[in-house]
């Protein structure tokens, strides 16, 4: 069970972010907040990549990433080693990203998905263990790919 998160987003996921702290706040999860704090236009990598690498150094279980279509926050976060970052915009694939890839950040696109559905998929990605098995096989070998390029 994921017990404590990084959050960032960029502008376009503000606002989303803060329901999802919200959210996190009734449910008793503790996170930490690596911004942005406003809706003025940012970089997605400058508050993606903090969270990311709070992840890859176990400071946080995992991090939820938000911006605009989710992919950016993607895009950056599997940048940084020990990172396996996915994309939900349902709650299937983000229960099947933790339990088949053992994924460790989920991201979102506050202009794809509505509000009910991302607190969802938030609680079907924070409460899916990793099922180990033959996945665990396939995530290894993602990993040592990573561990052959750096």
Not at 13 to 39: M, P, Q, W
Not at 47 to 65: C, S
Not at 99 to 112: E, K, P, S, T
């Amino acid at each position: 069970m994921i017990k404590n998160v990084a959050i960032a987003c960029d502008h376009g996921g503000y606002e989303l972010k803060l329901d999802v702290i919200r959210h996190l706040e009734e449910k008793g999860i503790a996170y930490e907040d690596f911004g942005c704090n406003s809706t003025e236009s940012v970089d997605y990598p400058d508050y993606g990549i903090p969270a990311a690498k709070a992840v890859a150094e176990g400071k946080f279980d995992a991090a939820i990433l938000i911006c605009g279509t989710g992919i950016g926050m993607s895009l950056c976060a599997n940048k940084v080693k020990g990172i396996r970052a996915a994309v939900c915009s349902d709650t299937f694939c983000a229960r099947m990203t933790r339990a088949h890839n053992n994924a460790n950040v989920l991201c979102m696109g506050a202009r794809v998905i509505g509000l009910g559905v991302a607190l969802d998929i938030v609680d079907a990605f924070l409460g899916t263990e990793f099922e180990g098995g033959r996945h665990a096989t396939r995530v290894e070998k993602v990993m040592a790919e990573e561990k052959a390029d750096r």
